[in-house]
């Protein structure tokens, strides 16, 4: 369906219900690169699936034609280090990093970009860290990691994957970009959170380029029809 509607690419993680060997995940995905009548990116996120796909088993998958990215979403010592040192520079096949705390440090390794849930509510700042590390601007671009992951610890702070999910949610609605609501059995941020987020967001307002995220070109213009999936951050 998504593939008919143009987007560019679509992202699988594995299924969750039964512990699976390599052999079944590397087959997992296999058969649904095969089935997927366009371009496929693997994700990996432990955090939810309680499953690690090894680096080795993405690096065959990253043969097949049509599966054209991966992102990697697990917190492991030196894992963007391996991943980068298996997987960067091969034709064809893009690595982002699903851990925004740890985006400079991705980029510095090769990565082609990163997949922050901040940036939907600061997507000024996140554009910027992007271009100081394309520019290998480090210390600038360190700088913008700070900023960056004060805007995530609003949201993330103690709470859990979907609870952050819902406070995430919950600030992007004080930005008008959609609604609060969650899916069953998640629930949305209740009156009392919600207004600890205004006002930390209000604390924040401003940004370290000095620009209101309120009245950014990103906001301004996705204002009518962007809305916040409920993947984890």
Known sequence: LYLRLNVDAVVAQLPSYYPLSTAEM??????????????????????????????DVVARLSELQNVVGFKDSEVADNRP?????????????????????????????????????????SPQLWRDLYATARAKDWPRAEARQRDANAVSAIYQGTRSHGQSIAALKAGVAELGLCEPHMLPPLLAANEQERASIREQLAANRKTPTGQDPENTAEVQSTRSHLSVSQDPP
């Open 81 to 121: 280090e391996r991943v980068a040192a298996t997987l960067r520079g091969k034709d064809g096949f893009a690595t982002f990093l699903g851990v925004a705390a740890q985006t400079t440090r991705a980029l510095k390794l090769g990565f082609d970009g990163a997949v922050p849930s901040a940036a939907n509510l």
């Open 26 to 55: 590397e087959a997992y995905f296999r058969s649904l690169a095969a089935a997927v009548p366009g371009p496929l990116l693997l994700y990996n996120i432990p955090q939810t699936t309680h499953l690690s796909v090894p680096i």
